[in-house]
């Protein structure tokens, strides 16, 4: 099922000595931070200003460490 909500992953870049916010299905945005902590800040506060949204931070290794939901979930039709 599709969602109007704004995912943000936080994840390491290719050679893991920076950090990256990407917005899921979206190839034009990218924005890379020195550490794991002002790229998870940056997704935070995008995240707020666009709820309903998500933040999907991944630990080094890529796998999924935690997520952090904002505002409601977009309305479901019935069906």
């Known amino acids: ?3 109007n909500r704004a995912i943000y992953h936080v994840v390491p870049n290719a050679d893991g000595k920076r950090w990256v ?3 899921e299905q979206s190839d034009s945005f ?3 931070y020195d550490t794991k902590d ?3 800040r940056a997704a935070k ?3 707020r200003l666009q709820e309903p ?4 931070v991944h630990k080094q290794d890529g796998n ?11 309305g479901r039709s019935p069906g």
Request: glycine share 4%; net charge negative.
């Open 64 to 74: 999924m460490e935690y997520e952090s939901t904002y505002g409601d979930d977009p």
């Open 1 to 3: 099922m599709a969602s």
């Open 21 to 23: 916010v990407t917005i």
């Open 45 to 47: 506060k995008m995240a």
């Open 38 to 40: 002002e790229a998870v």
């Open 30 to 32: 990218r924005e890379e």
């Open 53 to 56: 949204s998500q933040v999907k």
